[in-house]
């Protein structure tokens, strides 16, 4: 009478093993799909992952960043509340959130979830990429880079890291480094395309000098007008530039700026350039001396403003 139960104790125990161990294979693929940047698949094998273990909390993980990298942000954005929910208090899901997060712009909450992945398990790799993620944005490299390294000792086969490692290398390290990345990458994936451009770009560049000043640097004396919100407050300072000696703006200086937008009819009556391997000279309203600048994109009925680059630095 006591041998009918026990059977069914056995296969019960069975049915679960065997149900874990297809769990953990399709996890296993997923992962294959994530690193190979075939997002759309680990993104679909993830989410089978979730419909069989919905506490699973790599396999939010793993959706999250395959949808974002599918381009499918909205979905991602549900599987990390998802996460939070159903499997509370661990590392990847806070991962999750915080990639999440940081695609949204929501920096300051992004960095919460990430510091409570780093409670929950130190040197989490994920959560330290995330946090140099955070600080790349707000222009702290130097923080940022050891982050991403520190990142990289914790998962050197993890090709986002492996990228960014290779970017702290030069020469022929470099090129070693991103063909290593390439290796794990499907090759029809456009992350594969594009990084297979990039080492090519590497390789041609190779111990050439990339950037050099094509004139050497002179004092110059340019007339700047304040720009004026109201009678007492200056909101800026403008250049008054001439076109093609035919059309006089005023453009609002940029220190930061490598060169100048304008309006497409601003453009057109100035007769700016339609093709960028033309030039355009231009000159100070107030100054003689004329000055060539590049055009960086060809003027079309759908751009709202059209940007020339200055030529200060040219690849050679």
């Known amino acids: ?92 899901t806070e991962d999750a ?22 409670k929950l398990r130190g040197n989490d790799p994920a959560a330290l990429q995330g946090m140099a993620s955070i600080f790349s944005i707000i222009s702290k490299n130097k923080t940022s880079r050891a982050l991403m390294l520190q990142a990289y000792a914790q998962a050197p086969n993890d090709p986002a890291l492996m990228r960014a490692h290779a970017y702290t290398l030069k020469g022929a390290d470099r090129i070693q480094e991103l063909e290593r990345v390439l290796a794990l990458l499907d090759p029809a994936s456009e992350e594969a395309r594009n990084l297979h451009a990039l080492i090519a770009a590497e390789k041609a560049a190779s111990g050439r000098e990339l950037r050099r ?14 720009i004026m919100d109201g009678p007492n407050t ?55 001396s004329a000055t060539t600048w590049r055009c960086r994109h060809p003027p079309t009925a759908k751009r709202r403003s059209f940007f020339w680059s200055t030529p200060g630095l040219r690849r050679t």
């Open 1 to 92: 009478m006591r041998a009918a139960p026990l059977a069914a104790l056995v296969f019960s125990f069975s049915s679960a093993q065997a149900f874990q161990a297809a769990a953990s294979d399709e996890l296993a693929d997923a992962r294959a799909a994530l690193t190979a940047a075939r997002f759309t698949q680990a993104a679909d094998l993830f989410a089978a992952v979730i419909a069989k273990e919905p506490a699973n909390a790599e396999a939010y993980y793993g959706v999250v960043r395959a949808l974002l990298g599918a381009r499918r942000p909205a979905e991602a954005y549900t599987y990390a509340e998802q996460g939070l929910q159903r499997a509370p208090e661990n590392a990847p």
């Open 97 to 118: 959130a915080g990639i999440a997060l940081v695609r949204k712009g929501e920096l300051v909450k992004a960095e919460t979830h990430f510091r409570a992945a780093l």
């Open 213 to 226: 000043l094509i004139t050497p640097y002179e004092s110059t004396r340019v007339k700047m007008f304040w």
């Open 234 to 288: 200056r909101r800026g300072v403008e250049l008054r530039v001439r076109f093609n000696q035919r059309q006089t703006l005023r453009l609002l200086l940029d220190t930061g700026s490598s060169g100048i937008s304008i309006a497409p009819k601003a453009a057109e009556r100035a007769g700016l350039p339609t093709r960028p391997t033309r030039c355009l000279r231009v000159s100070s309203a107030c100054c003689a």
